[in-house]
């Protein structure tokens, strides 16, 4: 039988797994895109959403945020959203979403804290799954050194029925300015 020596099989299937986890990263999402289809979590890991029937026949917002509980996502980007949710509503905005690389734990107890019950839905994103299809990866030596793993990039989209139709990507990721609500009203 012509078979490989085991070792070379191994050394083979090893160089392969690790080709498979250097993956290229993807392409940033842009306006036109449909927003990828991809199961987050909402409440606790057990609650599963689907990020494309999430916003399916809707008009909504999803904003991302490097990290739950950080000072500037606390003190300025979540509770911009929670301030103008009426403004938004009021422009035909049906739902609003928040999403991070946190488990769906920390995004509901940060949601509680926020008091966005019923003005923005917090979205976890765990693995950094649907943040990686969005092509919206935040990596940074010293944001993963500060925070432990890849997070967000802090971003905000308008999505009409699963298609997006405008987006703004803070130009370093993690500033905030254009992704602020008062900005996205303007979008609208
Ligand atoms: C923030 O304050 O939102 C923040 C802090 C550290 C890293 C990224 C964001």
Not at 56 to 64: A, D, H, N, S, T
Not at 96 to 124: E, Y
Request: glycine letters at 10%; one cysteine or more.
């Amino acid at each position: 039988m012509n078979q490989l020596p085991q070792r070379v099989c191994g050394s083979v299937g090893r160089s392969l797994r690790q080709i498979h986890r250097v993956s290229a990263a993807t392409m940033p999402i842009k306006v036109g895109d449909k927003l990828p289809a991809v199961d987050v979590h909402e409440g606790d890991p057990h609650s599963v959403v689907n990020t494309a029937e999430l916003f399916k026949g809707k008009r909504g917002i999803l904003f991302g945020v490097p990290g739950a509980f950080t000072p500037a996502c606390t003190k300025s980007h979540l509770p911009s959203y929670i301030e103008k949710c009426e403004e938004l509503k009021k422009k035909g905005i049906e739902i609003i979403a928040c999403m991070a690389v946190n488990d769906a734990f920390v995004m509901s107890a940060w949601g509680k804290d926020q008091k966005a019950d019923g003005k923005v839905r917090m979205l976890a994103d765990p693995s950094g799954t649907f943040t990686r299809a969005l092509g919206l990866e935040l990596d940074k030596e010293a944001l993963i050194a500060a925070l432990g793993n890849k997070r967000c990039q802090r971003f905000v989209m308008l999505l009409e029925n699963g298609v997006v139709k405008e987006l703004k990507v803070e130009p370093d990721g993690t500033g905030i300015n254009c992704s602020l609500a008062s900005h996205a009203l303007t979008l609208i």
